[in-house]
Each structure stands twice: as structure tokens, then as C-alpha cells.
């Protein structure tokens, strides 16, 4: 199995996820909380309460995990092309193959991430709803001191499954959406590049980032019932499951909530992803 797609999808997820993050924190902030007018709100008062630093809570923990992660979503989409179609990365230029097998390598990748991201994304949502100011004497500390600390409470308080809450919707929310991805990806470098030639940086670019805002629009409903079952516990709600999650959420904010974050989501899916992509390639042609 080569490992040179895990590397670069190592180093092109952290760079992309630096980026992205402190949109990223505002989006599951207007996910989680209702105190919050919209982008511009949650912004300003980010900003006037917690500094700048405030967008990038719990970053530090994404980069050395989540991070990995994304390793784990380009290197088995790259080996299930490989396994299903027996070409390398570098000869699918030549050999292009199918969207049905695009598809499935993509799914495949898509599940297999959610199942390692499950802890992590629910540590890095709980310490960015976190909206106390940077410590001060004499102010109250906040409730988690960093990840590890993160971890180990919700080990104590809500047990070894309490770290995977929200995962199945996380699971559900990976599995078609990466599949959409990297068919969307595909099909627009193929769309704008000679058979046979290599994509160039524009066209990686504007592929990387539609691939991301058109995975997000698909995502963000399932995204807004991960992101409220994961921060269930600490509010010491329970919901029934991803079902009941849906039908409450609905009930007391209408339909609208599972389209809540959309727009800042798909600001930082063309950025992100864009940068994610044309890394991922340039490190994989570089080492080819």
C-alpha cells in the first residue's frame, strides 16, 4: 500500500485546516448556540469577548489529530482507486477511472475517517463552544482546560461512549458526501484539462474548492445534528438518538436550523479545500 498519499494528505490537511479553522469556529458556534444574530454577530462578539485567539480555540488539537485524519481519507481513497481500477495516482491521467469507482473509493475513505475523527471532532466542537475570555485574576476558569483535560472529562462524566456521541450522524454525514467530492473534484479537472495531461494549479484550485462547497451543501443538515449531539451532553440533554435530534430540532426552530452555518461553511470550503488539494497534488507529483 503506498504510504506517500497518507504523507501528503497529512500535510495538505493541516495546512487547509489553519486556514479554515476560525471559520470553522464560528460555523458550529451558530450550529450550537442561539445567542448569535448570524456571521457577523458571532464575529464581532467573538472578537470583543475573546481576542482573536477566540477563532482558533481548539486548533492545536485538530492539527495533531485531525489532521492525521484527513491522512487517513486521501491515502484509503487513493488505495481503493488503486485496488479497484490497478493504476497509481500518477497514470489515472492517462487512465482515468470511472465516476461509479470515484464514487465508491470516495464513500470508502469518507467512513473509514469518520470512524478515527468521531473523539476528535467531539473534542475540538466542545472546546470551541467554549465563549469564556482569556483567563483573567479573579475570573472563572473555563470548564476545560485543553484537550487532554477535554478527553478525560467526558471519560469521567459521561463514560467511554460519550466520546463518540454524534457519530453515527458523523458517519452518515462522511460517507456519500466524500463519495460527492471527489466525483465533483474529478469531474471539473477533467472538464477543463486535455486527456492525458496533468491538471494545471488554476484548474486544482478551482476544482479543490467547488469539490468542497458542493460536499458542504450536502453535509451541513447532518453536520448541525453532529454538532448539537456532541455538545448534548454538556448541556445535560439527551437525545434519543440522531432521529429525535432531528424532529426537536425542527420543532422549536424549524426547518431553517439544518441550513444553519451553510453560508459560512461554504465561504471556507472554496479556500480550504482549494489549498488542501493543490498541496495534495504538488507533493504527490514532486515525490513521483
Known sequence: MPAEEFVAGWISGA???????????????????TTYRGIVDCMVKTYRHESLLGFFKGMSFPIASIAVVNSVL???YSNALLALTATSHQERRAQPPSYTHVFIAGCTGGFLQAYCLAPFDLIKVRLQNQTE???????????YRGPMHCAASIFQAEGPRGLFRGAWALTLRDT???????????????????????????TVL??????????????TPLDVIKSRMQMAGLKQRAYGGLLDCMVSSARQEGLGVFFRGLT???????????????????LLLSWG
Open 74 to 76: 486521501f491515502g484509503v
Open 15 to 33: 495546512l487547509g485546516l489553519v486556514l479554515g479553522h476560525p471559520f470553522d469556529t464560528v460555523k458550529v458556534r451558530l450550529q450550537t448556540q
Open 133 to 143: 475570555p482569556r483567563a483573567k485574576p479573579g475570573s472563572p476558569p473555563p470548564r
Open 176 to 202: 456519500p458526501t466524500l463519495g460527492i467530492y471527489f466525483v465533483t473534484y474529478e469531474w471539473l479537472c477533467r472538464q477543463f484539462t486535455l486527456d492525458g495531461q496533468t491538471p494545471s494549479s488554476g
Open 206 to 219: 478551482v476544482a479543490g474548492g467547488f469539490a468542497g462547497i458542493t460536499s458542504w451543501v450536502a453535509a
Open 264 to 282: 459560512i461553511n461554504s465561504a471556507r470550503a472554496f479556500p480550504v479545500n482549494a489549498v488542501t488539494f493543490l498541496s495534495y497534488e504538488h
